[in-house]
């Protein structure tokens, strides 16, 4: 693959690897590789494959996704992570109640630790799917690039559980 057809905008990609998706062993992506800047890309993956692997039942269908213990888990994480940025952000100079923007925000586990700790919060997800009820005021879907900001302002923004999936 060269420079002129690659999604590298500053080298070319080679193929690296296929790989089978975490989720779906059966379905299989092809990764590139820059071997200049070392940016890694998953390659040609459609609109109706995404709609798949993140269907609702990804987020746990309304539900906790984990068990017990380890919904917990993932929840004091949150909590510690959330607070850990705002300290930073703190420290940093911040003041007043901060604004959080956390894009592909998912269930909006991080996103409802912010607010708990007294962040103003907005979260941007790709697809509708059942959010907490307690955190539906303040999830966007749709796509990054449709998303209205220009008149926002924030302190601080998290792409957690984004990219992993890049």
């Given at each position: 693959m060269n420079s002129a057809?690659?999604?590298?905008?500053?080298?070319?990609?080679?193929?690296?690897?296929?790989?089978?998706?975490?989720?779906?062993?059966?379905?299989?992506?092809?990764?590139?590789?820059?071997?200049s800047c070392g940016l890694t890309s998953t390659q040609h993956v459609s609109d109706a494959v995404l709609a798949e692997a993140y269907?609702?039942?990804?987020?746990?269908?309304g539900e906790a996704k984990f068990a017990g213990p380890i919904?917990?888990?993932?929840?004091?994480?949150?909590?510690?992570?959330?607070?850990?940025?705002?300290?930073?952000?703190a420290a940093g100079g911040g003041a007043g109640v901060p604004r959080v923007l956390d894009i592909g925000c998912g269930r909006g586990t991080l996103l409802g630790a912010f607010r708990n700790l007294g962040a103003v919060v907005l979260g941007l997800e790709r697809e509708s799917f059942a959010a907490p009820a307690e955190l539906a005021d303040c999830i966007e879907v749709g796509a990054l690039g449709d998303a209205r900001f220009e008149d926002e302002r924030?302190?601080?923004?998290?792409?957690?559980?984004?990219?992993?999936?890049l």
């Open positions: 057809d690659s999604n590298c905008a500053n080298c070319g990609l080679e193929i690296a690897f296929d790989a089978p998706s975490f989720d779906s062993p059966s379905q299989r992506f092809t990764l590139a590789r820059c071997p269907a609702s039942a990804y987020y746990g269908g919904e917990g888990t993932v929840r004091l994480l949150a909590e510690r992570r959330a607070a850990g940025l705002l300290r930073r952000w924030f302190d601080i923004i998290a792409v957690w559980h984004v990219l992993e999936h």
